[in-house]
């Protein structure tokens, strides 16, 4: 063979060892999944500076959701769902059925999963500090949202996101101490309470009773749990109407409920809204419908949008950037006539 046939085939052979090298380097280094696993993340497409487009990993979020009891928490779900979407957060949801174990063990799993951040909606406020100590051990930070924890330990998460509860049943109490200023008899109000444990349930009965104290004539004859559903709001007031005979005023923690107990009144052959004074709090499309026939006086707003600037405050967090310990949710109240006038412009 001549020199420059020998230089020749070197040349060949060192471009095929160096193509098997690469190869083999690929393959070698590259991520392997441990069996039953998700997939590898996904990517988004953000732009630099120079406006050229790169491709980076996709913020995985976990949620924990309370469940589905109600309209509330349908707009809640459908909220995150479509900001996450929106934002290009890659959402794993996980739906407790209203059980806290089943959210502690969504956690877990998250964690397991390594997700970049967790929410969760407390299904109710105690016995969260052991996974919450876990997900802080495994350097993944927590966000609250729409309700909160009762734990002393305030560093076990970032933020929390939603309404103020106290201040929601304290709007509905005004309203009927205003409204029975006049009253010289007593007034025989009964109390449909949200999930026993909740934050929701215990803030709005505390709002709630610190106003109406102002009026001794203002008595709250019985109270109990509907676990904010409407079945649960049915029966329960079936048997308040079988108890007592002379109720004035129904306060219900939900709209669902609210509606629920209507069905019970009218079926008792009393007219909502006029033989029996109702007060609610959400303003769901439905409740927002039965306020406009006068069947519900007075709706206290608790808006469920909260996906918006939870997603903000998810990339925020990611990117290391501070966020508020405490983000208050801006609501309103509606009578009657206002929910006529707005059932037009209602999103959920
Ligand atoms: O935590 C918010 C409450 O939960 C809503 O008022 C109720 O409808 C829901 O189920």
């Known amino acids: 063979m001549k020199p420059n046939q020998m230089r020749t085939l070197g040349v060949i052979l060192s471009a095929v060892l160096l193509m098997l090298t690469v190869a083999c380097g690929s393959s070698g280094s590259k991520k392997q999944e441990p069996a039953g696993e998700s997939t590898p993340a996904s990517t988004t497409e953000t732009?630099?500076?120079?406006?050229?487009?790169?491709?980076?990993?996709?913020?995985?979020?976990?949620f924990a959701q309370v469940g589905a009891e109600s309209g509330w928490r349908t707009a809640n779900t459908k909220s995150i769902q479509d900001s996450a979407k929106e934002a290009g957060i890659e959402l794993k949801f996980s739906d407790a059925q209203q059980k806290q174990e089943n959210q502690i063990k969504a956690i877990r799993s998250f964690i397991q999963?390594?997700?970049?951040?967790?929410?969760?909606?407390p299904v109710v406020e105690s016995g969260w500090d052991t996974v919450l100590k876990e997900a802080k051990d495994a350097g993944i930070p927590?966000?609250?949202?729409d309700r909160s924890v009762d734990t002393a330990d305030t560093s076990l998460y970032q933020s929390f996101i939603g309404s103020d509860f106290v201040e929601e049943g304290r709007s509905a109490g005004k309203w009927l101490v205003d409204t029975f200023k006049d009253a010289t008899e007593q007034v025989n109000i009964v109390e449909l309470e949200g999930t026993t444990g909740s934050a929701p349930a215990n803030d709005r009965k505390a709002g709630f009773n610190e106003i109406i104290v102002q009026n001794p004539n203002l008595k709250v004859?019985?109270?109990q749990t509907g676990d904010f559903t409407r079945a649960k709001g049915k029966e329960v007031m079936q048997s308040f109407l079988k108890a007592h005979k002379d109720i004035d005023v129904l306060y219900a923690h939900n709209d669902d409920m609210a509606l629920g107990a209507?069905?019970?009144?009218?079926?008792?052959?009393?007219v909502p809204g006029k033989d029996i004074i109702?007060?609610?709090?959400?303003?769901?499309?439905?409740?927002?419908?039965?306020?406009?026939e006068g069947k519900i006086n007075f709706i206290v707003e608790c808006n469920p949008l909260l996906g918006p600037q939870l997603m903000q405050a998810v990339r925020d967090i990611y990117e290391g950037k501070e966020v508020p310990k405490r983000i208050v949710t801006k609501e309103g109240v509606f009578t009657s006539e206002d929910a006529k006038r707005e059932l037009p412009n209602r999103q959920y």
């Open 47 to 62: 732009k630099t500076e120079e406006g050229d487009a790169v491709s980076e990993p996709k913020i995985v979020l976990g």
């Open 113 to 121: 999963q390594k997700v970049d951040v967790i929410a969760f909606s």
């Open 142 to 145: 927590v966000i609250l949202t």
């Open 221 to 223: 004859i019985a109270s």
């Open 262 to 270: 209507i069905q019970a009144i009218e079926a008792a052959g009393l």
């Open 278 to 292: 109702i007060i609610s709090v959400d303003g769901v499309h439905d409740g927002f419908v039965a306020a406009s």
